[in-house]
């Protein structure tokens, strides 16, 4: 079985300041992993993922993530958050092995003070 | 892009349910995820070419269809008050393999039940 985690459920940074946004996943395969933003009212946007190769991988809007097989993590960073980054962001995990599941983390709120 | 229909819904207990999905064009797989408030997206079900593709832990009673034209259906039949949730969809392109399928979510549809 696979699955994510995601620490603290609201982070508050202040315009400028660094993102940094937790997932730690579980999986007993090599994992394909996603990151997605949900603004109010909306389905959910593709910011990156990680298949194969280069473990650093760049999104949209100037978020990255790295992949650590060691620490079993994926989390999201932006070196200087905007306003417009307010949204909920969701990590998910898929298993490479076959199937097209994706398995959801709880999600973290993301506020962005002036 | 995907797009879902209807954006609102409200119904009340015991009643049945379809929601509309058009998936992305060329895609040939679609997922259904239902997320309650303040939870990340749960897998329902995955048709791929027409036919179920996995399940997620969702009773008999939500049920789906895939068409050839890009479209599908997702179907609740007895709501119960905890059916109150967000269903998103999402289509993706299943390659050789099962490999290399992003998957790209509509806006949802906010379904009520009293």
């Known amino acids: 079985a696979q699955s994510v985690t995601q620490l603290g459920s609201h982070v508050s940074v202040s315009e400028g300041a660094l993102v940094l946004l937790r997932c730690n996943y579980s999986?007993?395969?090599?994992?394909?992993l996603f990151w997605y933003v949900q603004y109010p009212n909306q389905g959910l946007q593709l910011l990156l993922k990680?298949?194969?190769?280069?473990?650093l991988v760049k999104g949209i809007n100037g978020f990255e993530a790295e992949f650590k097989k060691s620490e079993t993590s994926f989390h999201l960073t932006k070196p200087s958050a905007h306003m417009s980054d307010a949204a909920e962001y969701f990590c998910?995990?898929?298993?490479?092995?076959?199937?097209?599941?994706?398995?959801f983390g709880t999600g973290t709120q993301l506020k962005v003070e002036l | 892009g995907v797009t879902q229909s209807p954006t609102h819904l409200i119904k009340t207990r015991g009643q049945q349910v379809t929601l509309r999905c058009s998936s992305q064009?060329?895609?040939?797989?679609v997922s259904w995820y239902q997320q309650a408030l303040g939870q990340g997206p749960q897998f329902i079900f995955q048709?791929?070419?027409?036919?179920?593709?996995g399940r997620g832990n969702f009773p008999p009673r939500f049920s789906g269809l895939q068409f050839p034209n890009d479209s599908s259906e997702l179907n609740v039949n007895a709501l119960e008050l905890d059916d109150s949730a967000l269903y998103l969809c999402?289509?993706?392109?299943?390659?050789?393999?099962?490999?290399?399928?992003?998957?790209?979510f509509g806006p949802g549809t906010r379904l009520t039940v009293l």
């Open positions: 999986s007993s395969v090599p994992p394909y």
């Open positions: 064009s060329g895609h040939n797989t």
């Open positions: 998910a995990v898929r298993n490479t092995g076959g199937g097209n599941k994706l398995t």
């Open positions: 048709y791929y070419r027409e036919e179920e593709n």
């Open positions: 990680y298949t194969t190769g280069a473990t």
């Open positions: 999402a289509s993706s392109l299943k390659l050789a393999g099962g490999r290399g399928d992003t998957q790209y």
